[in-house]
């Protein structure tokens, strides 16, 4: 079960975080964050959470698998007004606090465009950004992410245990899945402030995590 007081009691935010919705199981957080905000009953800033997403979501229609109450699924919800162009940035933001968290956490994380997040090109996690658009700005967005954060090489279908890894097999021990939300949370809004000023900040950081730049 996650805690979802204990993640707030982890937060260093203004607004990211400060409303959650808490799942015990969820076919899909982004889907239940637009049925959310169909309904009026999402803010700024609001996650959606789970300990075991059934039907996650990748790019392209491919599925996300998470081991119950091992791993981590959650959605942001944005809802101010974004420009497009700057808009193109938040996957890049999402990729950088996350691999910020899991550095954090002890991980040593890189990043591979568009979506992924790897420990030694093994995949830990992915990103799923959708959004509402108006003219030339977006309007609302869900930012989903999924990780690996304590599950063992076991649980892991056959099809999956040669290119999926863990946070806690990659650091020797296992984490407090509020914590790890958490601090992307905190980091996520960081970077998010960054956007309008310094979007050049994020493009360097995100940069600097990934792992196949100028690789064939």
């Known amino acids: 079960m996650i805690f979802t007081n204990l993640i707030k009691t982890n937060l260093r935010t203004k607004q990211f975080g400060r409303d ?5 199981r969820l076919g899909s957080t982004n889907d239940e964050a637009w049925e959310l905000i169909q309904n009026g009953e999402a803010s700024h800033g609001m996650i959606v959470i789970t300990d075991y997403q059934t039907q996650g979501k990748g790019r392209g229609g491919n599925s996300w698998f998470m081991s119950p109450s091992k791993g981590l699924a959650l959605s942001l919800i944005l809802l101010e007004s ?15 606090a996350m691999a910020k968290t899991l550095k ?4 040593s994380p890189t990043l591979k465009w568009p979506n992924d997040i790897l420990f030694h090109g093994k995949k830990t996690g992915g990103i799923l950004c959708e959004s509402k658009i108006s ?8 930012v989903g992410i999924g990780i690996n954060v ?24 296992t984490h407090q899945r509020e914590l790890v939300a958490a601090i992307f949370t905190t ?8 956007l309008q000023e310094s979007p050049e900040e994020i493009i360097n950081d995100w940069t ?6 100028g690789k064939s």
Request: aromatic residues 10%; proline residues 4%.
């Open 104 to 107: 954090n956490r002890g991980g």
């Open 135 to 142: 003219g030339q700005s977006v309007q609302s967005m869900v």
């Open 150 to 173: 304590n599950e063992t090489e076991i649980d892991f279908p056959d099809e999956l245990k040669e290119t999926a890894t863990s946070l806690s097999i990659e650091s020797g021990h």
């Open 82 to 96: 974004i420009p497009l162009e700057i808009a193109g940035l938040i996957p890049l933001v999402a990729g950088v």
């Open 20 to 24: 959650i919705e808490y799942y015990q």
């Open 187 to 194: 980091f996520f809004e960081q970077y998010w402030e960054m």
């Open 208 to 213: 600097s995590l990934c792992g196949h730049l």
